[in-house]
């Protein structure tokens, strides 16, 4: 019934069997942890410009909005969702708390297997809080 | 037989996509409870014009060290590189008279203009050719203040943009500029190889509440106004002095005014 | 059709091998290229385009000279041209994929080309560039595909191509005006900024676009005895004559406004190009009287009929007329709008060895489009029987 059987079917078991190589391959090592980010040592009531849990999920569409807002049309001041007013600029705002970026951004984003190009143009802190 | 399993398949298709949209949105309308997108205003101590024009009084450099204040000012805040040949980078810089004026110059011009130095930089110009070739909107001019903005996110490096410019007022970064900055200042951006930069009237300090670089360096040699305000720096200084432009006759409206 | 390519002479395939090797070693340069930036190149703040704009630009007119095989053929019903069509079609094909090359290796970050898509600013001349030559692209790849499968299974092409041939014919004229548009609307360039240059371009591309056309035909005779047809190159020839004397005619008309006006800034980029500045030769210059003279002599050999018409002499002549043409618009277009500079100083631009090999591998690519593609037309028409010259 099924033409050219004898190749098909191993064929098929390969290809699934590779598609779902990330899923069994890592059977019985750890569950993924956030990798441990040297959050800077905050001051009294200095908080990020957004909750921790939001920022982790929406930080890039964020800088993007935020580089768009800024560039293209001047407004350069940010209101956010707690009313604080921030500088809408990622050397001067972002990275004057997160001053380490091998200790903060990359950590996650290597873990993750994530290489944005910001840093091209944007001068990378290397402080230390 | 075979239309049975064709109905199958579509039936199994439409299930998968199902499940798997209904997964993916679930978690992200979690996260959108807590906390959100805010609200962006321009800066509240932002210095307001309608139309940013320059002034120099180029009777007040004289001394090469006048010159190099003002280019050192710009070049260092904004992280402009130092480039040797002929694939320099420039914000601002300086020429002599007929290469700047090519179209008022003549021999038997005063001494002091016909070898004198002029500072040139972006026109800022109220219709751009540049602005009007770009082929994605990465320069663009900003209706609110009159500034030419260059957005180098967006910038392909097509170089059309220098092409049209009759002042040769762009630069392209035709390597990395980061090895060749002297001292990186972290509180502005570089820029990266393969799109263009130019003066930009330093929409950042405005924003703070601030004069550009060169002008603040210039300490009042170079003013910087609004060209709609008749009672503004600028227009008592083009009301009571003679001041020429670069190519005037090509239309563009520059926004820089020379006094000589 | 694509299975035609499987079979094939040798020497076909050691041709499209060596092509291969070219296109190899111009992508390994290329990406160097990438990796350490534009400075590669022999541009500058002051010349800021060079070779890769130059060949752009000429291949664009390259691409729209198929409207001069189309044009007779479906306008006057110039049968002659019917069996030719299909190679000026797909050396379009060919012709427009390398101008879009030549601009993806000319950009500083090609990996955002599609911002003019997702960003579409329709004042950019750009814009629109891009636009009409993706727009040909398709137009002559649907159109030839589509009358050659018709060709091959012997029915007639279906009613839907009449309008998409008759829009093919608009749109090659305006591929090479917007890309004229590109120079002419510059108000800081002399040597560019005049009402004629689109009218020039289409001049140029008219007698060098063809003229490749001929050669390459002439080519392909010698190595598979596919015969384009006596009236039929005479004809192509006679077009080809016409369309280089209007090209040197409208650039005499340019030498004219520049040195009668006696203004300087109309006449320093010519002055640059074929002498030089401050009592300095400079290369360039040795290149443009090349040009000059060989575009004269061109003219000389294709006017009188006698010797056009000589299968001995019209190679030469279509040879030097394709240099000619190459190093006007090539070389001294560019030069000539960049020289001098906005400063009215002299800035010299030197193409290097990356933009020549990057420049060689495109070329590589276009060789290799357009010889797949011939070879499957030519054996369609073997195929079918058509590929003997009929009366």
Not at chain 2, 63 to 83: K, M, Y
Not at chain 3, 48 to 62: A, M, P
Request: proline share 6%; with cysteine.
């Amino acid at each position: 019934m099924l033409y050219n059987a004898k190749v098909i079917i191993p064929g098929l078991a390969i290809a699934v069997a590779a598609f779902t190589a990330p899923f069994w391959l890592n059977l019985g090592s750890p569950e993924y942890t956030y990798p441990k980010l040297a959050v800077p040592a905050a001051k009294e009531g200095t908080k990020c410009v957004e909750p921790k849990e939001w920022m982790r999920a929406e930080h890039m569409t964020l800088l993007n909005t935020w580089r768009d807002q800024a560039i293209r049309y001047d407004r350069r001041t940010y209101i956010a969702s707690d009313g604080k007013e921030w500088s809408i600029s990622l050397q001067n705002t972002c990275m004057a708390c997160h001053a380490n970026k091998a200790e903060f951004c990359d950590k996650c984003h290597t873990a993750n297997n994530v290489e944005p190009y910001c840093w091209n143009c944007h001068v990378e802190p290397r402080g230390n809080n | 037989m075979k239309k049975t399993r064709r109905d199958f398949l579509k039936i199994a298709g439409l299930s998968a996509f199902a499940l798997g949209s209904a997964a993916a949105m679930g978690p992200a309308g979690a996260l959108a409870a807590s906390g959100g997108e805010g609200r962006y205003i321009t800066s509240p101590k932002e210095l307001k014009s309608k139309r940013w024009v320059m002034v120099i009084d180029t009777r007040r450099f004289t001394a090469p060290q006048d010159f190099q204040t003002v280019i050192d000012a710009c070049h260092s805040e904004h992280n402009v590189p130092s480039i040797p040949g002929d694939q320099e980078i420039k914000w601002i810089w300086t020429d002599t008279f007929p290469h700047a004026f090519p179209d008022e110059a003549h021999q038997y011009l005063p001494d002091r203009v016909i070898n004198g130095n002029f500072l040139l930089l972006c026109n800022q110009c109220e219709n751009p050719p540049c602005v009007r070739v770009c082929p994605t909107g990465a320069t663009f001019r900003n209706e609110a203040n009159g500034i030419v903005v260059m957005d180098p996110h967006r910038c392909i490096g097509c170089r059309f943009c220098m092409a049209g410019c009759p002042y040769g007022s762009r630069s392209f970064n035709f390597q990395d500029p980061q090895p060749h900055i002297k001292n990186i200042n972290p509180a502005y951006p570089a820029r990266t190889r393969g799109v263009v930069e130019k003066c930009t009237f330093c929409p950042e300090r405005l924003a703070a509440g601030k004069l550009p670089a060169c002008v603040e360096a210039s300490k009042g040699a170079i003013l910087f106004g609004d060209l709609n305000d008749p009672n503004s720096s600028v227009r008592k200084a083009l009301a009571s002095n003679l001041t020429i432009q670069r190519k005037a006759s090509l239309g563009t409206g520059p926004s820089v005014y020379y006094i000589i | 059709m694509l299975e035609l390519l499987l079979k094939g002479r040798p020497r076909f395939y050691l041709w499209m091998g060596f092509l291969a090797s070219v296109v190899g070693l111009g992508a390994i340069v290329y990406i160097f290229q990438l990796i350490y930036g534009l400075q590669l190149t022999g541009m500058s703040r002051n010349v800021s385009w060079g070779f890769y704009i130059s060949q752009f630009t000429y291949f664009v007119g390259v691409a729209a000279s198929a409207v001069m095989l189309v044009l007779p053929a479906y306008f006057h019903h110039y049968t002659k041209f019917k069996r030719i069509i299909i190679f000026g079609e797909f050396m379009a094909v060919g012709a427009v994929i390398m101008c879009m090359l030549f601009i993806v290796v000319d950009l500083g970050q090609p990996q955002r080309v599609l911002n003019v898509l997702l960003h579409p600013t329709p004042n950019s001349v750009m814009f629109w560039d891009m636009t009409v030559l993706s727009g040909y692209l398709l137009l002559n790849l649907v159109i030839g595909w589509t009358t050659l499968e018709c060709e091959r299974h012997n029915v007639n092409p279906p009613a839907w191509i009449k309008p998409l041939v008759y829009l093919s014919v608009f749109w090659a004229f305006s591929i090479h005006t917007v890309t004229a548009f590109l120079y002419a609307g510059l108000p800081g360039r002399h040597y560019w900024l005049t009402a004629i240059m689109a009218a020039r371009f289409l001049a140029s591309a008219f007698c060098s676009g063809p003229a490749i056309l001929l050669l390459l035909l002439l080519v392909v005779r010698k190595c598979t005895d596919f015969d384009p047809g006596k009236e039929a190159m005479k004809t192509l020839s006679t077009i080809i004559t016409y369309a280089m004397c209007i090209n040197v005619f409208f650039y005499l008309l340019e030498l004219f406004t520049a040195y009668y006006s006696g203004i300087p800034g109309h006449q320093h980029p010519i002055s640059f190009l074929f002498s030089g500045h401050d009592g300095h030769m400079a290369w360039v210059n040795g290149w443009m009287w090349t040009a000059a003279i060989f575009a004269i002599a061109s003219l000389a050999l294709l006017v009188p009929p006698q010797l056009r018409y000589n299968d001995k002499l019209l190679p030469l002549a279509l040879i030097m007329l394709v240099i000619a043409s190459w190093i006007d618009k090539g070389l001294g277009l560019l030069i000539g709008g960049f020289t001098p500079t906005p400063f009215e100083t002299v800035t010299i631009y030197t193409p290097t060895f990356v933009e020549i090999l990057v420049g060689l591998g495109i070329y590589g690519i276009g060789a290799l489009i357009i010889s797949a593609l011939w070879k499957i037309a030519m054996d369609v028409k073997k195929e079918r029987g058509t590929f003997e010259l009929q009366n």
